[in-house]
């Protein structure tokens, strides 16, 4: 078993540092290609500290490889210092994973809209690091009942980081159109966090198929990395500069549009009754257009002026239907807003592309009931007053 081992651990090592290697060229190369864009949306910065973490995160991968190599070469895999170094790894990988997941556009909401939800997780990786660490410190086994106590922690965060994962690359991949990838991803993941079941419940030990499990799992998810990073950079290929997006509120309810790379060229859209959708899109274009940095964007959420992240999916959604556009210059989320993270979402026009009627403006300045946007029009440098 020794021989299916070390071939484990050399494999194991050697694709991820191949991915590790992989997934680094392709950050570089989105840094290259798209750096006026990601200069201007601090939305795709997520993106490329995503991918940052991830390649950390099999980097930790080659370093658990060489270390089990080595471990198995001298033959002190079973030492109580060999089992804390696997789990301090373990835990490590689960940080960069976790890290990562802060930056990925379809995680649970909870992770990036606020420093609280982030924190919280932060909190149970260094508890579970305490709890190993003082499991090591400790001579006896812990094991009952075919269970490995000292090993219970950092499974408890393996499975808290899967199920993260498993939302975050299903939602990611359904919404980029590949419906099949998104199965298979949470599979894989399922799989990877099944093949640490062993090193807690012990009656599960079957080195080859432990072995087996782990290097299909990790292969998979490697390769479900790299189609998440070409995405990605499908996405920065796709996504309108500022710089060519016009868009002038005419009337109530009644917009004109210019987007060329979406084959949009002033065409005009009637919302009709769907003035919800109306009044958010203009709020984003007044705050844009004549507020102060730091309040151009507007919180969507629980705590914000819009209360649900539906009302911007359905902006997009009425749009694409008025203008019948076609799956592949469908409007994204992206295209139009730029998320600047704890909920905050701004206009991607520049002030100077956004027209918005006189009358209009005084008249919904006049029915406004937030005071606030009176205020940015009084204060504006561009002179406007009521």
Known sequence: MTDVAQFHNLSHLFISLIGAIVLLAIYRNIRKRFGSLLAEDESQKRVDRGLIYLSLAMLVWVVSGFDSYLAYHFNFQTSPI??????????????????????????????????????????????????????????????????SLKALPDLLLSALISFLLIISLYRTFLHRGLPVVAVISSIVVMLMLASQLPEVFLFLKNDFAVYLLKIVSKTSL???????????????????????MRIHFLDWSLIKLTIP??????????????????????????????????????????AGEIKNQTYLTRILENLN?????????????KDLFTFLGEGKYRIRMLPQDIFIDDALLSEFTANAKNPQYQSILDQTSSGYKK
């Open 82 to 147: 060999q089992v804390l170094i696997i789990s301090l790894l373990s835990i490590a990988n689960n940080f960069f994973l976790l890290l990562a997941l802060f930056y990925f556009q379809y995680a649970p909401s909870f992770i990036y809209e606020s420093k609280k939800g982030g924190r919280v997780i932060l909190s149970i990786i260094i508890l579970v690091t305490l709890l190993t660490l003082g499991a090591a410190l400790v001579d006896k086994p812990m094991i009952y009942f075919g269970l």
């Open 222 to 244: 490697i390769f479900i990395f790299l189609v998440l990073a070409t995405t990605w950079v499908i996405q920065l290929a796709n996504t309108p500069r500022p710089t060519e």
């Open 261 to 302: 790379s979406k084959n949009i060229v002033d065409q005009t859209v009637d919302f009709s009754s769907k003035t919800t959708q109306f009044s958010n899109l203009l709020k984003f274009a007044i705050r844009r257009k004549y507020g102060a940095a730091e309040m151009q964007a507007m919180v969507v959420g629980a």
């Open 321 to 333: 239907e008025i203008l019948n556009q076609s799956p592949e210059n469908a409007l994204e989320r």
